[in-house]
Every structure is written in C-alpha cells, then in structure tokens.
C-alpha cells in the first residue's frame, strides 16, 4: 500500500457485553498493529466488563463469565490500549460501534481518544459496489480468507488484516488510495462534539437541534439533508461569526424526521417559538406581529392596527402588512402614506388638528382631503392603490385543513399550524384544541403554495 494511505495501522476488533456503548461493556480486545516498516505485531486480552454477559452474546463469542472473572479490568488494562492505537488510524469492520466502545470506555479512564477511523465496510462498499452484502462473512467467502476463530477479537481483527492485504490484488494502489482517503476526510467538527454523534445523522428531510451545555437549544434548522446540512455549519464556523460563535458552544446535536420539506419547515418555526433558541433570529414570536386593518367610517377609510390576538387575524380581508412592532408598522404606513401624498390625519396615524386641515397639505404632501380639496371617494381609492400590495390573504377554507405529503397530514387552520399525524390517525386530535393564533411564519410559508398543492390538501371537520 502507498505510504501516504497508511503509514501507521491498527486493526481492530472488539467483543462487547451488548451493542449499546453507553451501557455495555468490553469482553475481550483484539489489535493488529502494523508499521510504516511493515512490522506486524499482535495483541488480545480478554476484558472483566464488571456485569454479567447475557447468555446469548457467551454463545455467540464463547467468552463465559468464568473466563472474564479473573481477567484485568479495562481500567487496568487502559493505559496499555491506549498506547498500542497511538498515532494509528484506526481499522474495523463496522468501526462506529468499536471506536464507540473504546471512547467511552478511554473516557471514563480518563484518556482523550480521537484517531482518524477508516470502516472496512464503508471500504468494501466503495472499491466493491457491485456485491449487495459486506458484512464480515460476506468478505470471507468473497475473498476466501482464513478463519481461525470467528467471534473473537484477534481473530475478526486477523481477518480485516487480510482483506487488506487483498486489496491490491484487485485494484490498483492510486485507487485504493482515494478510496481510503476520502473515507478518512472529515469534517473539522466542534471541538465539545462527539463525532460519533455526526455518524448516526441521517441524509434526510429533518429537523436538527444544536444544544450546549444545558437542554435549552443553542439553535434549530431545517434540512432536505441534515447530515450534509448540519456539517455545513461547521464548515464555515471560521468564516462567518454566528456559525463560530455557536461550534465553540455546540456539545450535543438532536435531530427530528420529517416526511418532507414542508413537514420540516413547519415543525422548524414550531420548535423555535416553544424553545426559543440563542442564535435563532428569524423565526419570531407571534405576540410581536401586528397589521393595518382598513376600516370605513364616515365615508372615509381609516387604518386600526390590530394584532394576533384578534381572533379574525387570520380571517379579515381587511388586514395589510405584517410589522413586528406598532413603531414599525407606524414608521411603514407614513413613508407609504408620504410617497403617495395621502392625508395622515385622515387615515388616523396622526391626531385631528381640531378641524383644521394636516400640516402635510399645506407643503403639498397630502392632496387635502382634510381640507375639502380631495374628494373623500378620490382619497379612498388611492389609499386602496396604495395598500393593494400590503393585502393579506384571508384563510381560503371555512375550517382546518390536512396537507398531505409522504404518510403523513399536516394541520392547518386560519394560518396556524396545530401539528402532524399519520394518515392513519384521527386529525380530530388537533383540531379539537380550538382556534389557534395566526402564524406569521405559517403564513409566509403556505399563502402562495397551497393554491399550488391540488388535492393534497384535504378539508377537515373543524
């Protein structure tokens, strides 16, 4: 093999108590260790893993609990392991559950454990696509090795020894080379993140939770592919200041399925108002947005600003613009009002001057409809003009609707999302919660595709 592939190996094999790290322990360690020289050393112990091992796991490996009873401790046999994978990458067949095993047992020891991993069945995979199966068995009998005892530490580690060594009967080193080196790149991950945690992400439609050091979220995203997405924040943590700010506090990741895109944007602007995360910022809080309702009184159309709390929010065709701040939503409608040379005091957004006609008429800003120059009927229909772009949609059904996408139905009711449920389930089991607040967010989301979606989108009983 090319040197720059693999100056220093360890093939490695475990036999465990169980398949969980955090719970089970290690029953025998198997190591091949191999040098840039080409020297070969090898190396078992059997392990006391300080719990029983169930009956299953002793007919399968053959290791009984007599056997381990006087065997040393992982403790004590810790410092000895550690040093044998030093400055070695790190060779299994299925590494993510040995490399699992030995970092939480390293970490309860005390020893800091961090190699470069190279799975030979991710390997297999790439150099052989053309075969279904790479599980150990699958490679014996592809590659015809010698089994001395299988099951057993040094004796699997022996045998992922051997299918590389076959390696370069079959391809060509500059091809094997790549094939190790891509497999060995990984991403530069928060230094506080268990890169394991990044192994069992999958690339789907999702939900992703960064945590720190408590269980309030640091942050929260959407993604057509979390695992590529979650990586892509680490990818530029040196460029951009919030994705450096949240690597050098991120310890933990979660992350939640969804059946698609929009199950994933949905359940995103969710979570970030129940939990309201440090670095999310877009993704406001309902009880900030407010709007301009248009109101005719007296012959002349007047703006009343109205927020979520209203029950017809979501309902009124009367509603225009979405502001997050009566300020803002004031500042908004007077430039509007201003580049359109409409009557501020007549509109309500500044107070009656006790019958006399608004400063703005008498600099030309305003036509004078307050003053009688300006028919009210001509103020109105420019104010209409003017508004027409601000208009919000009004909820185009009498009641909840479920949006189908994959197995699963999304509620909605008045631009509000009340949650998902399988095809299967009631729906009632949202709808019965009553009528929900407008949702800003829901609304941006959904007010120009759902006219697109056909029959996906299901009429419920309220």
Same mark, same amino acid.
């Given at each position: ?86 400055? =070695? ?102 230094? =506080? ?103 005719? =009184? ?125 095809? =299967? ?38």
């Amino acid at each position: 093999m090319p040197k720059s592939v693999s100056p220093r190996l360890a093939f490695v094999d475990l036999e465990t108590t169980g398949g969980t790290a955090t719970t089970d322990r290690i029953t025998e360690v198997g190591i091949i260790e191999v040098d840039e020289d080409g020297q070969v050393r090898q190396w078992s112990s059997l392990v006391n893993p300080e719990m029983p091992i169930p009956p299953f796991i002793q007919s399968l490996t053959g290791i009984s609990n007599q056997m381990v009873a006087d065997a040393p401790t992982f403790a004590e046999l810790a410092d000895d392991i550690h040093a044998r994978l030093a400055d =070695r990458i790190f060779i299994a067949h299925n590494a993510r559950f040995d490399h699992g095993f030995l970092k939480n047992e390293f970490r309860r020891t005390g020893h800091e454990f961090r190699p470069p991993v190279l799975c030979t069945v991710r390997l297999s995979r790439k150099l052989f696509p053309g075969f279904a199966r790479h599980n150990l068995d699958s490679i014996v009998e592809r590659h015809r090795l010698e089994v001395t005892q299988r099951h057993r530490a040094l004796g699997d580690a022996q045998l992922i020894w051997q299918f590389w060594q076959k390696l370069p009967e079959s391809h060509a080193p500059e091809a094997i080379e790549e094939a190790v080196s891509r497999l060995l790149t990984r991403p530069t991950l928060p230094s =506080r993140l268990d890169a394991l945690q990044m192994d069992s992400v999958p690339s789907s439609h999702g939900v992703y939770l960064f945590y720190g050091e408590n269980d309030l979220p640091l942050y929260i995203g959407k993604a057509n592919n979390l695992r590529r997405r979650i990586l892509s924040h680490f990818s530029t943590d040196h460029a951009l200041p919030k994705e450096l700010a949240i690597s050098q506090q991120v310890e933990r990741i979660d992350w939640l399925h969804a059946s698609g895109e929009l199950g994933a944007l949905l359940r995103e602007a969710a979570l970030v108002k129940k939990l309201k995360p440090a670095h999310n910022v877009k993704l406001r809080a309902n009880e900030e947005i407010c709007s301009w309702r248009l109101i005719e =009184r007296n012959g002349s159309l007047r703006l009343a600003l109205a927020n979520t709390n209203d029950l017809f929010f979501g309902h009124d065709p009367a509603l225009y613009g979405l502001y997050t701040s009566k300020r803002k939503a004031t500042d908004a409608m007077k430039s509007i009002a201003d580049a359109h040379k409409l009557c501020h005091v007549t509109l309500g957004l500044e107070k009656p001057r006790g019958g006399k006609a608004c400063f703005a008429s008498q600099v030309k800003k305003c036509l004078g409809v307050c003053a009688g120059r300006e028919p009210a009927e001509e103020h109105n229909a420019r104010v209409r003009e003017a508004l027409a772009g601000l208009r919000l949609q009004p909820w185009p059904y009498s009641g909840p609707v479920g949006i189908l996408e994959g197995d699963n139905l999304h509620v909605v009711d008045g631009w509000a999302y009340l949650g998902t449920v399988h095809i =299967r389930d009631d729906p009632g089991i949202l709808t019965r919660r009553g009528q929900q607040p407008f949702d800003r967010d829901v609304y941006q989301l959904l007010n120009k595709k759902l006219a697109s979606l056909g029959d996906r989108v299901r009429v419920l009983a309220p």
